[in-house]
C-alpha cells in the first residue's frame, strides 16, 4: 500500500473536527497545562514558512504532555485590531472588518493545513464586541483603580478618597505631579472638578499632556518602538513631536515588581535583561539648583550625588517648561530654532550614541548649592523630559558625553573637588583632590555618596530618589480600528461608562481617515460622539481607541472561559489553569506586550479577579527562518542578464527574484520571462548553459520575494512531513536559513517508516509475536531520548533519533506490533496524520491521540556484551564481543579460539594474556 499522504491528512483532519477531538474540558481530574502562543495578526500576505515555526514547536509539546496524561489546553485566535488592519484596509479601499475578517479566513484555513491540535472552540477575535466587553471592562477597573505604595498593590479608588476624606494626601505622595500636597480639610473643600482632577493624578489608566510622536501621514500617535529615524516604521512616513490629551497606563508603579517577578519565571537570561534594561532601575539623588536672578529652580536626578563638585554646566530638555521662561532674550532665537529642529528628532535618535553633538545655549546660569559657583544652563536633545526629572548636572570629567559636549561648545572643564565641605568633609575620597580618581575604591565611592546626600538633605535642597527609565504606557491611538475607550466626558470631566452598557461597540463607518487637529476618525461620527444631555451640560464619548497591545494584555485568561458573558474569566476557571506553563513567540515583544501582560496580571490579581501574578511561567523565544532570496544581475542601462559567476565583467544592478522560479540557484528563464512585463524581453548571459542566480540570507518578506507559502510544501510533501523538517532545521530558539531542498530528506524518513509497517505489494506486514532483545534496546533507547529531547523541546535532535531509530529497525527487519505501535505513539506529536492512519491500520479501535506515552525501561538497554579489541603482542588483530559476566578463564578461552587470533598465534608459545575488564585484551606470544 502506498504512503499517499494527502488524502490521509485531510481524511483525519476532517475526521478530528468531526469527533471534536481536540476539545478541552475545564472539569478534569488530570493535572493540567497551558500552552499558548503569542497572538498572532492576521496579516492579508498570509503564512510564509517562518511563521509556523512557533506553532509547530507548541503543537508537539501540547501533543506530548496530553499522551503524558495531561489535560492541555492549546488555543488559537486573533490579534485583530490595531494600525496593520486599517493601514491595509486603507491602501486597499477596504474597510477593516472586510479584509480582517478575509485575513483570518485565509488564515484558519492554512493552520487546519498544517494539522494543528487547536481547541477551536475557544477561538475568539479582538474585534468581536463580544470579546472587547471584556477589554473595556478590565479598562475600567485600572481607571478605577490607583497603586497604594505602602500594601504594594492596586486598590479601587474609593479607599483613596477615604484616605483623603481623613487625612489628605500626607502619605500617599502624588505619583503623577508630585507637588501636590492637601490636608483633609483641603480636599473636603476642594470642587469636585478639583477632586476629579486630582484622582486623575493617582489613577493606574489616566488622562494627561504630554508629548507625543504624531505621525500625520497616519493620522495616530505612535509608541517610541514604532519610530525609526525620524519616520513611521510602518510606511516611512515623517514623525513630529506633538502636546496632545493621551490616555496612559501607569506601569511605572509596578516597575519594583516587574523586576521581582522576573525571579520566579522561566526566561532566558537575555529576555530577563532586556526587560531589566528597559525598566532601567537606579538609586541617587534630587537635587535643586537656584537659577541665577530668578526664584526658579532646576531639579535634577543623578546616581552620583557625589559629583556636584564636578559640575561645568547644566542641561534641559527642549520640552522642558522652564526653557521658555529662562532663555535670554539675546538667546531667544537660537533657542527657538533649535527647539524646531529637536521636534523632527525621534528619541531613539535623541538617546543613541552618535557622533554628531547639538545644543543651545539658554543664556541663564544655575548656582552650585555647596561652592556657590554659577553654572551655565543648556539645552541638548540627548536630554528627555520624561526621564528623571529632564534635566542633568553635567561632569565632563566623570562621563563621556558630557566631557564631549563641553569640548565641542568650548566650556571649561573643572577637575578638581571644591571646599564645599568644612575640614575632613572636604575631601571625602582617598587621595584628596582628584575627581573619579580610580583610586577610590567601590565603598569609599557609596560612602562618600552617603556623606553627599546626606548633606544635600541637611540643607533642604534635595533627598535619596529611586528612579526607572521606563516611563508609563501611551494607552491612545488617533485610528479607527480599535475598541473604543468607555468613557463619558460630562462638561469635559471624564467618568467611567456604567459596566452594565458594555460592551460599548465600535459604529461602521466608511469613512474611517482622521479626524482634524490629530483627533481620530470617531471624531467625525458627530452623533455617536454626541450624547443627549440635561441643559448646560455637555455630555461626549472619547475619539480615541485603544492601542493594538490593549487585547493582548489579557488575551490568555480569555482563553480559559471564552463564552462567559457574566465575567471575563471565572474564577474557579482561572484557579483550576493558572498561569501558562508554556509560552512561546518572537523576542520583538520583550518590552512591550509582554511587559504590559505582566502589569495586567499583575493588577488583575491585585483586585482579585485572578490568583496569580506572572502571565506566563515559562516563555521560550523561537528563532527566526530567514529566507534564501535568489539575486540576477542586469546590466546597467540594458535589458540582459548576466549569470553570478561573469557579472565582475560587468556593470550590473543587482536585483531580487521570485525563489519559486529557481531551481536550487539555476533560474528558470522562461518562468522570469513571464514573472513580470518588464522582464518579457529579458536577454541572458549563461554561464555552462545555465543562468545562475546569487544567493543572500535576509529576513523573509514579500518585497525580497523569498517567502515560501506552506501551502505548497504540504501539497507537495505532506503536512506531516512539513512539520518534521520546520523542527529539522535547528534549535527552535536559533534563527537559521530555510533551504527547500532539504525537506526531501525528511520526507524519505517517513516513507521508510510507513514502509515498516505496510508493503505496496501486499500491504500491512505487522505481525504478532515477541520483540528480539535487540528490537527491544532500539525501541526503549529510543523512548528515553524522545521523551527527554521532547520534554526540553530538543526537536531537532529528537527528529535526528527517529531516523537513526528507523534505520536500526529496518536493519532488524523489525515489523513487530509490540515494537512499532510504541514508535506511533512516539512519533505522534511530530507527525500526528501518519501516526493516526497506520494506528488504526494495526487493529486499534481508539485514537493514537489518547494513547499513553511509552514508559522507558533501563533494563532492555543496559549492556550485557562488550566489544573488546584484541591484540597481539600490542597490535590489533580483531574485536570480539563477550559477555559482561564472562569471568577471566571464560575471556582467554574466548579469545584464544578466536579464529583471527589463532591464525596469529598459529604455532607460536602463548606467553601470557592481559585482560582489563572493559577496556581490552592483549595476548603475548
Known amino acids: ?95 477593516p472588518a472586510v479584509t480582517t475578517e478575509a485575513n483570518i479566513n485565509s488564515f484558519r484555513s492554512q493552520l487546519d493545513n498544517i494539522g494543528f491540535c487547536f481547541d477551536w472552540d475557544r477561538e475568539f477575535r479582538t474585534s468581536d464586541p463580544s470579546y472587547y466587553k471584556w477589554t473595556q471592562y478590565i479598562f475600567l477597573q485600572l481607571f478605577n483603580a490607583w497603586y497604594n505604595r505602602h500594601a504594594n498593590k492596586a486598590e479601587p479608588v474609593e479607599t483613596l478618597v477615604r484616605i483623603f476624606e481623613a487625612d489628605g494626601n500626607a502619605h500617599h505622595e502624588c505619583p503623577g505631579d508630585r507637588q501636590i500636597r492637601f490636608n483633609a480639610d483641603e480636599w473636603n473643600q476642594f470642587s469636585y472638578e478639583r477632586q476629579q482632577e486630582i484622582l486623575m ?24 518602538d514604532e519610530v525609526v529615524n525620524g519616520v513611521s516604521e510602518r510606511g516611512g512616513h515623517p ?25 520566579k519565571v522561566s526566561y532566558s537570561e537575555a529576555m530577563k535583561d532586556m526587560q531589566r534594561n528597559w525598566i532601567g ?50 538667546q531667544h532665537e537660537a533657542i527657538a530654532a533649535y527647539k524646531e529642529y529637536v521636534q523632527s528628532r525621534s528619541e531613539r535618535e535623541r538617546m543613541a550614541e552618535v557622533k554628531q553633538i547639538t545644543g543651545c545655549f539658554t543664556g541663564a546660569y544655575a548656582v552650585n548649592p555647596f561652592d556657590g559657583r ?80 546626606d548633606k544635600i538633605e541637611n540643607l533642604g535642597i534635595g533627598k535619596r530618589q529611586i528612579n526607572f527609565r521606563m516611563r508609563d504606557a501611551g494607552f491612545s491611538r488617533q485610528r479607527y480600528w480599535g475598541e473604543p475607550f468607555p468613557i463619558l466626558y460630562r462638561n469635559g470631566i471624564p467618568e467611567a461608562l456604567p459596566e452594565d452598557q458594555l460592551p460599548l461597540e465600535l459604529p461602521h463607518v466608511e469613512n474611517y481617515r482622521p479626524g482634524e487637529e490629530g483627533e481620530g476618525p470617531l471624531a467625525n461620527v458627530t452623533d455617536w460622539v454626541n450624547l443627549p444631555a440635561a441643559a ?112 565582475d565583467k560587468y556593470d550590473t544592478d543587482e536585483l531580487h527574484v521570485d525563489v519559486n522560479i529557481v531551481d536550487g540557484v539555476e533560474l528558470d528563464t522562461e518562468a522570469f520571462r513571464q514573472w513580470r512585463a518588464d522582464y518579457s524581453n529579458a536577454q541572458f548571459i549563461l554561464e555552462d548553459g545555465k543562468y545562475i542566480c546569487g544567493t543572500l540570507s535576509e529576513k523573509m518578506s514579500k518585497s525580497k520575494f523569498n517567502t515560501v507559502n506552506p501551502d505548497m510544501l504540504v501539497d507537495k510533501f505532506g503536512a506531516d512531513t512539513f512539520r518534521m523538517y520546520e523542527m529539522f532545521l535547528g534549535p527552535v ?33 505487522v505481525k504478532t509475536g515477541e520483540p528480539t532483545a535487540d528490537e527491544l534496546k532500539t525501541l526503549h533507547k529510543t523512548i ?25 529497525l529496518t536493519d532488524l527487519k523489525c515489523n513487530k506490533k509490540a515494537v512499532l505501535e510504541q514508535m506511533l505513539v512516539l512519533l505522534t506529536p511530530y507527525a500526528p496524520h501518519v501516526c493516526e492512519e497506520l494506528w488504526q491500520a494495526i487493529g486499534n479501535s481508539g485514537s493514537v491521540l489518547d494513547a499513553s506515552f511509552p514508559v522507558f525501561e533501563e533494563k532492555y538497554v543496559v549492556e550485557s556484551t562488550k566489544e573488546y579489541p584484541v591484540s597481539v603482542n600490542g597490535k590489533l588483530r580483531t574485536t570480539i564481543n563477550i559477555s559482561l559476566d564472562a569471568s577471566t578463564e571464560e575471556v582467554h578461552q574466548i579469545a584464544l579460539s578466536n579464529e583471527v587470533i589463532q591464525k596469529w598465534t598459529d604455532g607460536q608459545t602463548i606467553k601470557k594474556i592481559i585482560f582489563v575488564p572493559g577496556k581490552m585484551i592483549n595476548v603475548v606470544i
Open 374 to 453: 554659577k553654572i551655565p544652563i543648556w539645552t541638548s536633545e540627548y536630554v528627555l523630559a520624561g526621564y528623571g526629572t529632564g534635566a542633568i548636572m553635567a561632569v565632563p570629567c566623570g562621563d563621556q558625553r558630557d566631557f564631549s559636549f563641553a569640548k565641542h561648545f568650548n566650556i571649561p572643564i573643572t577637575n578638581i573637588l571644591g571646599d564645599a565641605f568644612n575640614g575632613e568633609e572636604a575631601n571625602p575620597t582617598k587621595e584628596g583632590k582628584l575627581f573619579n580618581s580610580d583610586f577610590i575604591t567601590g565603598v569609599e565611592m557609596k560612602e562618600a555618596m552617603n556623606l553627599v546626600v
Open 733 to 765: 530558539e536559533q534563527s537559521k536559513p530555510w533551504e527547500t531542498k532539504g525537506i526531501e530528506g525528511v520526507h524519505r524518513f517517513l516513507k521508510k517508516f510507513w514502509r515498516l509497517f505496510m508493503d505496496e505489494q501486499k500491504g500491512l506486514i
Open 1 to 95: 500500500m502506498e504512503y499517499n499522504f494527502r488524502q490521509i491528512e485531510r481524511k483525519w483532519q476532517e475526521h478530528w473536527v468531526k469527533t471534536g477531538a481536540y476539545k478541552v474540558s475545564n472539569n478534569s481530574s488530570k493535572p493540567k497545562c497551558y500552552v499558548l502562543d503569542m497572538f498572532p495578526y492576521p496579516s492579508g500576505a498570509g503564512l510564509h514558512v517562518g511563521h509556523p515555526l512557533g506553532y509547530i514547536a507548541s503543537d508537539i509539546y501540547a501533543r506530548f504532555k496530553r499522551l503524558k496524561g495531561f489535560n492541555v489546553l492549546h488555543p488559537m485566535g486573533y490579534d485583530a485590531f490595531g494600525l496593520p488592519a486599517e493601514q491595509y484596509a486603507l491602501e486597499t479601499g477596504q474597510h
Open 201 to 224: 493624578e493617582y489613577r493606574l489608566a489616566y488622562l494627561a499632556y504630554a508629548e507625543v510622536n504624531w505621525c500625520p501621514a497616519l493620522g495616530t500617535v505612535l509608541a517610541n
Open 536 to 647: 448646560g451640560t455637555s455630555l461626549r464619548r472619547e475619539t480615541n481607541t485603544m492601542p493594538g497591545y490593549a487585547g493582548s494584555s489579557w488575551y490568555f485568561l480569555r482563553y480559559m472561559d471564552p463564552h462567559n458573558d457574566q465575567a471575563f474569566c471565572d474564577r474557579k476557571i482561572s484557579d483550576y489553569w493558572g498561569q501558562v506553563d508554556l509560552y512561546i513567540g518572537g523576542t520583538e515583544h520583550a518590552v512591550g506586550h509582554l511587559l504590559y501582560s505582566r502589569m495586567w496580571t499583575k493588577a488583575l490579581f491585585d483586585l482579585g479577579f485572578i490568583g496569580f501574578d506572572e502571565p506566563y511561567k515559562k516563555l521560550v523565544n523561537q528563532g527566526m527562518i530567514t529566507g534564501s532570496s535568489r539575486l540576477v544581475y542586469r546590466v546597467r542601462g540594458t535589458n540582459q542578464y548576466v549569470s553570478a559567476g561573469l557579472k
Open 784 to 808: 528515553r531520548k524522545i521523551e527527554e529531547d521532547t520534554e526540553r523541546m530538543s526537536y531537532n535532535t529528537a527528529v535526528s533519533a527517529f531516523m537513526v531509530c528507523v534505520n536500526e
Open 281 to 330: 532601575k537606579s538609586q541617587g539623588a534630587e537635587i535643586k539648583f537656584n537659577i541665577a536672578g530668578s526664584l526658579d529652580d532646576i531639579v535634577v536626578y543623578t546616581t552620583r550625588p557625589d559629583t556636584i563638585f564636578g559640575v561645568d554646566f547644566m542641561v534641559i530638555a527642549p520640552e522642558h517648561e522652564l526653557v521658555e521662561r529662562i532663555t535670554t532674550s539675546e
Open 239 to 263: 514623525v513630529i513631536k506633538k502636546k496632545m490629551r493621551q490616555w496612559f497606563l501607569r506601569i511605572t508603579e509596578y516597575a519594583d515588581r516587574l523586576l521581582e517577578g522576573l525571579e
